[in-house]
């Protein structure tokens, strides 16, 4: 390993750990995979690279692939609605506006509804820019079957992406509901969500979350009062940027309880994703998750 090979790495480092996570969403598993990227780049002679960027990706987009499989029969045992892992995100992130939508919460709950190389070729293509020539690289396709695969995946996308929300409505949104929230009466919030409303809540099996899905605000609202109305303690709450978009934490005696975050239609919350697992909330109570398109 050159100083020139360790260096072209860590430019690429955040890049590499943004793909991963895009493709896994979840933060551990993509910082297994950077790490699986690095020992087998530790082996590569820099003079046969053309383009680090393109060849570092492929290998990513490689290992996430393999690392899909496993995931899919760890989830299979999973308690309850399986949720991407929030992250802390720091403020440049919301100002690339394609990239903050990519890794929203929504949007990754769309990208699970693809197959794993629909989701490779979209991610490639439409986020980061890739030839379909390198994404075949990346995924074993030859060029023309990705761009069969891209328009197809592109159309599935299409049909269940949210349209982008102001950061500003978002915000609004979620002051209104620490405000309900600290006032101890989450009546109020009714106004705030969409009567088709649905609340996912992730707890893994380790916190009390819903086992299915919760469709209809009134349902809803009866759920978030059961179990936060009588929160023990003092709950603290507070206005993050997770996944690029405004979320919010509730702490409770001081540790990291729940992240929630929300997707707006019409000016309405047509879905609330509440993640209460500790396993997955490390990263969204320490410093912020640096993403990078690598450009």
Do not use: C
Request: charged share 25%; net charge neutral.
């Amino acid at each position: 390993m050159t100083d020139a090979s360790l260096e072209a790495f860590q430019e690429q480092r955040h890049l590499l750990f943004t793909v991963a996570y895009q493709m896994l969403s979840s933060a551990a598993d993509a910082e297994d995979v950077v790490q699986e990227v690095w020992l087998r780049w530790s082996q590569v002679d820099l003079a046969t690279v053309r383009d680090p960027r393109s060849y570092l990706v492929r290998i990513a987009t490689r290992q996430a692939l393999n690392r899909i499989r496993t995931m899919q029969r760890r989830r299979e045992s999973y308690v309850g609605p399986w949720l991407p892992e929030p992250l802390l995100t720091a403020p440049d992130v919301a100002e690339d506006v394609e990239l903050a939508d990519s890794v929203s919460t929504a949007m990754l709950m769309v990208l699970e509804s693809l197959s794993p190389t629909e989701r490779a070729v979209f991610i490639l293509r439409e986020v980061f820019g890739f030839e379909y020539a390198e994404i075949a690289a990346a995924t074993d396709k030859s060029p023309a079957a990705v761009r069969q695969v891209a328009s197809r995946a592109g159309r599935a996308v299409r049909r269940q992406r949210p349209a982008p929300v102001p950061t500003e409505q978002t915000e609004e949104v979620l002051r209104r509901f620490l405000a309900a929230a600290g006032g101890g009466d989450l009546k109020p919030l009714l106004e705030l969500l969409a009567p088709d409303v649905v609340l996912f809540t992730d707890g893994g099996g380790l916190r009390q979350a819903a086992l299915r899905p919760i469709h209809g605000a009134d349902k809803v609202l009866r759920f978030l009062d059961a179990v936060f109305g009588n929160y023990p303690g003092q709950p603290t709450l507070d206005l993050i940027t997770v996944n690029g978009q405004p979320g919010l934490r509730l702490f409770g005696d001081g540790v990291l309880d729940t992240v929630a975050s929300v997707r707006i239609e019409a000016g309405l919350v047509t879905a609330l994703y509440l993640v209460r697992n500790p396993d997955k909330l490390t990263r969204a109570a320490g410093t912020p998750t640096r993403l990078d398109r690598g450009r």
